[in-house]
């Protein structure tokens, strides 16, 4: 927490840059555990902290952490609606004006824009590594120069965004 603002403030912040991450508040005030729905805080730990109360609402907190990484959504293909797992995607393709998702159930062609698809799985660590590929971080097997290995596969790897690719990998592999 920063000098001068409050926890509230602070979990604001982050909630601002990043939908997804849980919040877990730990404060010696029980009467402002409300204002945590206003940043959809996952639980209050209130000080001073047992360790029984901490490891409870801790894995809590992981648990949720959990479920909203391996979110599911509805992908709508050019042959209907398919339930998907985010964790079972490996990476997503520009392909003749259309996006082909490969994941651990197969191919799927979708319509759509690369950048609304891209934004849309970002907060759960996919990364642009050419004007044509997203990755799911988790299934980056291997990088060498100019391309990754990915779900068994090799991709290349754009000059324009091996930086932050790189950038985005070793984020990723340091947790």
Not at 19 to 30: C, G, P, Y
Not at 49 to 59: A, E, H, I, R, W
Not at 144 to 164: F, I, N
Request: aromatic share 12%.
């Amino acid at each position: 927490m920063t000098r001068g603002r409050s926890g509230l403030d602070t979990a604001r912040e982050i909630r601002k840059k990043d939908e997804n991450v849980v919040i877990l508040f730990v404060t010696n005030m029980a009467q402002y555990a409300i204002n945590g729905y206003e940043v959809e805080a996952v639980d209050y730990i209130i000080k001073p902290v047992g360790y029984y109360d901490f490891s409870m609402k801790f894995q809590k907190a992981v648990s949720k952490a959990a479920q909203r990484r391996d979110r599911t959504f509805a992908l709508e293909t050019v042959d209907g609606t398919r339930k998907v797992r985010v964790s079972d995607i490996w990476y997503v393709e520009v392909l003749s004006h259309y996006l082909m998702y490969h994941t651990k159930e197969g191919c799927f062609k979708v319509r759509g824009s690369m950048k609304v698809h891209e934004a849309e799985l970002a907060p759960y660590d996919f990364c642009r590594i050419h004007k044509s590929y997203l990755v799911n971080m988790a299934y980056v097997e291997e990088i060498r120069t100019g391309e990754a290995e990915v779900g068994g596969d090799v991709l290349p790897v754009g000059r324009s965004y091996k930086e932050k690719f790189m950038q985005e990998y070793l984020r990723y592999i340091r947790g």
